[in-house]
C-alpha cells in the first residue's frame, strides 16, 4: 500500500517537473524575442500584419459592396423588362378565367399586351389594371356546360385513326405577331384537322379535334397537316443540294503489283503470325511467372547497358545476353536470378523477341541521340539470327504508317492518337522520323558489312538496296501521297546522302527531275479529300506538317543539288 502512494506521488512529482522546464524553455524563448535588439524586429512583423489585415478587410468590404450594387442593378433590369402574357388562367389559387359577353376568341390577337410592374400584385389586380378590361375573374358563377362543350375536344370517329387522342386544356395560350392575321378565321368544323400551334410538341401524332364526319384516308394523305406560317418554305432544288452526297475520290496508293508493295505485305504477314503467338503466351496463365521474370530482367538489362556513353564492354555485354537468351542458354536477370527459356517453349522465346524490339523501338523514339549504340547492338544481332531480324523489321514496318503511301491508314492513325490524346499528335512524325532515321542505318550497316544478301527473296532483302528500292518506288507513284512522300524522301536524302553520293550518284542525277517536280506539287485535293475522315483538328495537323515536310524536303534537295554540282 505504501509502495502505491508513493509511486503515484512520484508520477505527479515528475510531472509537475516536466511542466515547469517547458514553461521555463517557453519563457526563455520569447524573452529573447523582446530584448533589445530583437523587440524593433517584431514590432515591425505586428505591424506589418495588421496593415495586411486592414487590407484584406477593406478589399472584402469593396467586393461586397460592388456585389451588392450589381445584384440591385440586376434586380431592376430584371423588373422593368417587358414581358409578354402567354397564359391568361391563374392557376395559383384555381380560379377560372372567363371571356366577357359579345368578346370574341380573335380580339386576343388585335393588340400586343405587355406591363411592367413595379411591385409585386396579384392576378386579379393585373387583369384589372390592363388597358382594356378583356378578361373578368368570376369567382362564384361557374362556366355554362355549353361553353365547356364548345371548348372542348371531340373524339374523331373515323376508322382510320388510331392511337390516343390529345386533349386540349381549357386555356388561351400565347399568340405571337407572327400568327396574327387581318382578318382571322374560325376553324371549320368539317375541314379535318384543327392544329393548334401552341400545343406543346410530343412524339404523338395530332389528331382532329373538332370534325365528328369520318374523312377519306386518300384526302389525309395527300395533305398533311403543316405548320404553314411557322414553318418556312424550303425550296425542292435547295432541299436536294442539302442531301447530296459529295462524290467519292479515289485515293493514290501503292500498286499491288510494286515491288515496295509486296515487301511490305511479307513482312506484315509474318507480323501477323509472331504476334499471333505473343499473344497467345501474354495470356497464358501458366506462364505469368516467367513473363513478368523476362520482361524486368530485359527492360533493367537494356535500360542499364543501353547509354549515350556506352563503351564496348557495355555493347558487348547486352549482345551476349540477348543472344544467349534466344538460343536458350542460362542468363542472370533480375536480382541475379536465373533464367532459362526450353528448348520447346516457342511462344517464350518469340515474346523475349517482341520485348527486346520494343523496348529498343521505344529507346529511339525517346532518345535518338542512343542512335549508335542501338544501331550497334541491333545490328550485331541482324548478322547472329536471321529470325531476330526479321521481328525487327517486321515490327519496324507494323509501326512506320507513313512506309506504307496509304492515306487511309495516315487517317487512321491521326484518329486513333486523337482519341488517345491530341497532345501526343505533334509527336507522331518525330516519333516516325527516329523509327526511319533507324531503319536507314541498320541497312548502310549491313551494306558496308559485306554481308553476302539475296535481294531476290523478300525475306532476304536489305542494305542500301532495300533504300534504294523504297526510294524509286515513291518516284514512280503517279501522283505522291500526301505525307508520306515528302517525308521518305526527305529522310533518305537527308541520312543517305554521303553514300548515294559515293557510290551511287548517277542515281541522284537520274531522279532530280523527278524530285525537283515533286516540290512542287499541290496537296490541296488530297487534304481537303483525307479531312473528310478525320475527327476536328485533324486538318489543321495535316496542312501544317504538309507545308513543314514541304519546307525540308525543300531545303534538302537544295543541299543535294549543290553537293552534285561541287563533286
Excluded at 538496296?465 to 526527305?490: G, H, Y
Aim: glycine share 2%; net charge positive; hydrophobic share 35%.
Amino acid at each position: 500500500m505504501f509502495v502505491g502512494k508513493h509511486l503515484v506521488s512520484t508520477m505527479k512529482e515528475s510531472n509537475k517537473t516536466q511542466w515547469q522546464d517547458d514553461l521555463r524553455e517557453w519563457y526563455h524563448l520569447k524573452s529573447r524575442e523582446y530584448t533589445s535588439a530583437n523587440y524593433p524586429k517584431v514590432l515591425d512583423r505586428a505591424k506589418r500584419r495588421n496593415e495586411i489585415e486592414e487590407r484584406l478587410d477593406k478589399l472584402e468590404t469593396r467586393r461586397q459592396l460592388e456585389h451588392n450594387q450589381l445584384f440591385a442593378k440586376f434586380e431592376d433590369l430584371r423588373i422593368k423588362a417587358p414581358r409578354k402574357i402567354e397564359l391568361l388562367k391563374d392557376g395559383s389559387n384555381g380560379q377560372t378565367l372567363q371571356f366577357s359577353e359579345g368578346e370574341k376568341r380573335s380580339s386576343l390577337t388585335d393588340s400586343k399586351l405587355e406591363f411592367k410592374p413595379t411591385s409585386p400584385i396579384q392576378p386579379e389586380q393585373f387583369l384589372h389594371s390592363t388597358a382594356r378590361p378583356l378578361i373578368t375573374v368570376s369567382k362564384n358563377e361557374p362556366i355554362p356546360s355549353q361553353e365547356i362543350q364548345n371548348l372542348a375536344p371531340t373524339q374523331p370517329q373515323s376508322l382510320f385513326v388510331t392511337g390516343p387522342i390529345i386533349q386540349q386544356p381549357n386555356i388561351i395560350s400565347s399568340i405571337t405577331p407572327a400568327q396574327i392575321q387581318p382578318k382571322p378565321q374560325e376553324p371549320v368544323k368539317n375541314s379535318g384537322f384543327f392544329f393548334n400551334p401552341s400545343l406543346p410538341a410530343t412524339s404523338a401524332p395530332i389528331f382532329p379535334t373538332t370534325s365528328t364526319a369520318p374523312q377519306e384516308t386518300s384526302k389525309l394523305q395527300e395533305k398533311p397537316p403543316s405548320f404553314n406560317s411557322l414553318t418556312p418554305k424550303v425550296e425542292s432544288s435547295n432541299h436536294d443540294v442539302l442531301k447530296r452526297k459529295s462524290p467519292l475520290v479515289a485515293l493514290p496508293k501503292l500498286s499491288p503489283e510494286s515491288k515496295l508493295q509486296k515487301w511490305l505485305n511479307f513482312y506484315l504477314d509474318f507480323y501477323s503470325k509472331f504476334n499471333r503467338t505473343v499473344e497467345i503466351f501474354e495470356h497464358d496463365v501458366s506462364q505469368k511467372d516467367l513473363r513478368i521474370l523476362l520482361k524486368r530482367s530485359i527492360s533493367e538489362k537494356i535500360d542499364v547497358l543501353t547509354k549515350r556513353k556506352a563503351n564496348n564492354n557495355d555493347i558487348a555485354n547486352v549482345v551476349v545476353f540477348i543472344d544467349d537468351l534466344l538460343r536458350n542458354q542460362p542468363v542472370l536477370g533480375i536480382e541475379k536470378e536465373q533464367i532459362q527459356i526450353s528448348p520447346g517453349n516457342q511462344p517464350a522465346l518469340r515474346y523475349a523477341a517482341a520485348t527486346i524490339c520494343d523496348k529498343y523501338l521505344t529507346l529511339i523514339k525517346w532518345d535518338i541521340e542512343l542512335l549508335d549504340v542501338i544501331t550497334m547492338v541491333i545490328s550485331t544481332m541482324f548478322f547472329k539470327s536471321k529470325e531476330f531480324r526479321l521481328t525487327f523489321i517486321s515490327k519496324i514496318v507494323h509501326s512506320m504508317v507513313l512506309l506504307h503511301f496509304n492515306l487511309d491508314k495516315i487517317a487512321e492513325k491521326i484518329n486513333s492518337i486523337m482519341e488517345k490524346s491530341p497532345e501526343m499528335l505533334a509527336n507522331w512524325l518525330p516519333s516516325e522520323s527516329a523509327t526511319f532515321l533507324l531503319f536507314c542505318r541498320l541497312q548502310i550497316v549491313l551494306t558496308s558489312s559485306k554481308v553476302p544478301i539475296n535481294n531476290e527473296a523478300l525475306s532476304d532483302i536489305g542494305g542500301i538496296q532495300l533504300v534504294i528500292m523504297i526510294f524509286e518506288e515513291a518516284l514512280k507513284l503517279d501522283t505522291p501521297i500526301l505525307l508520306s512522300s515528302a517525308f521518305i524522301l526527305t529522310k533518305i536524302l537527308k541520312n543517305c546522302s554521303s553514300h548515294f553520293l559515293k557510290h551511287h550518284k548517277e542515281l541522284l542525277q537520274k531522279h532530280m527531275n523527278n524530285l525537283e517536280k515533286l516540290n512542287t506539287v499541290d496537296f490541296g485535293s488530297q487534304i481537303s479529300e483525307v479531312s473528310k475522315k478525320l475527327k476536328n483538328g485533324g486538318e489543321n495537323f495535316l496542312k501544317t506538317s504538309t507545308g513543314m515536310l514541304k519546307v525540308q524536303f525543300g531545303e534538302t534537295l537544295k543541299k543535294i543539288r549543290e553537293q552534285i554540282e561541287k563533286s
